[in-house]
């Protein structure tokens, strides 16, 4: 469809998208409208209404004269407010939070320090450590944990005991080659529907890092699927939930879990969730993000990258991140590589 000032189109992938023309003086009321949720919207132009102003895409207007609106800043300095970033706008207590001064610094892609979780040709990934390395580097990364999947994804070609091992020691030949980036050694671990890892203790005890996963029985019903995430959760070398929720998006239903129960059983053992950036997951969810904030677990923002091309999925994972209310300091991996090594030590 198409007019004068605005026209739709629907790009291969099957996204709509809309497009809209407005007056410059139009232009920051205009991506308040269309950025922010309809509750958040609402919300901005009832305080509006009790200040005598009306807001619109067009603008804000007095008494019919426009008295803001050329850029987002004005909008929300009309009604008292600091700017509100857009990822906030959904009415779930930013506007509360500019009230009293507690918005938080969001998180940006330019913080992170590190990816943690990445996979080689060695199982179901495209491209060799060193490059995957260079990669990584070349986005300004310090480290990266090569975490490949373990045996009991079999389609993935998973790890066994030895080959892991083998892994390890080219990780250890290859990083005094490397400047500049730094390999961790971890693995992602099938979490077994008993609640015990692809992996013994033994093995696992060899590793930088650990990141348990769920990839198979998604069905469970929920108190059974959140039980066997804490047992596994239990194991001494556990470091991060990956992809905690398992969605694909438009392909695979999140399995059913207490994620209240998880984010807490987390805490208490001293371990962390995963924000899994890439843009088929985007798991973990927004509200869970701000939930974890709010219980002080912290969020590890990974790739899940399987090319040297899948670092660029950092960006989605930065931009859910946000909507989550993080800061740099709730992200695991905003940290120095010693800072992280000491966080990842076994509490158990």
């Known amino acids: 469809s198409a007019g004068g000032t605005r026209a739709s189109v629907v790009l291969k992938s099957g996204l709509q998208v809309d497009l809209r023309v407005v007056a410059q003086a139009s232009y920051g009321a205009a991506l308040c409208y269309f950025t922010g949720s309809k509750a958040h919207n609402i919300a901005i132009r009832r305080i509006g209404q009790k200040r005598g102003l009306k807001i619109n895409e067009y603008g804000v207007f007095r008494d019919g004269e426009r008295v803001a609106g050329e850029d987002e800043d004005s909008v929300y300095k009309s009604v008292g407010l600091p700017f509100i970033a857009p990822e906030l706008r959904e009415d ?3 506007i509360e939070a500019a009230r009293g001064g507690r918005l938080p610094k969001l998180v940006e892609l330019a913080d992170l320090r590190g990816d943690l979780h990445a996979h080689t040709q060695a199982t179901d990934g495209h491209d060799s450590l060193r490059d995957m390395a260079m990669a990584a580097k070349a986005m300004g990364l310090e480290y990266l944990a090569v975490t490949e999947h373990s045996r009991h994804l079999a389609v993935a070609r998973g790890l066994d005991p030895l080959r892991l091992a ?4 080219e990780i250890d030949q290859l990083n005094p080659e490397l400047d500049g980036i730094t390999l961790l050694k971890g693995i992602e671990v099938d979490i077994l529907e008993d609640g015990n890892l692809d992996l013994p203790d033994e093995v696992l005890g060899r590793l930088d890092l650990v990141i348990g996963a769920v990839h198979s029985q998604f069905h469970l019903s929920r108190a059974r699927q959140t039980e066997r995430i804490l047992r596994a959760m239990d194991h001494p070398h556990f470091s991060v939930l990956a992809h905690p929720f398992g969605r694909l998006i438009d392909k695979r239903e999140p399995y059913d879990v207490d994620m209240l129960r998880i984010i807490r059983h987390a805490r208490q053992r001293g371990c962390f969730l995963e924000l899994n950036a890439h843009p088929e997951r985007l798991d ?6 701000q939930m974890a904030k709010e219980e002080g677990v912290r969020i590890s923002v990974n790739s899940d990258a399987h090319s040297v091309f899948d670092f660029a999925n950092l960006r989605y ?3 859910q991140a946000r909507r989550g209310w993080l800061e740099k300091d709730d992200v695991l991996n905003t ?14």
Not at 284 to 289: A, G, I, K, Q, V
Not at 335 to 346: K, M, N, W
């Open 92 to 94: 779930r207590g930013e």
């Open 166 to 169: 083998r892994q390890c020691d």
């Open 284 to 289: 973990l969810l927004d509200t869970y993000c």
């Open 317 to 319: 994972g930065i931009g």
């Open 335 to 348: 940290r120095s590589l010693a800072s992280l090594r000491r966080l990842l030590e076994p509490t158990l």
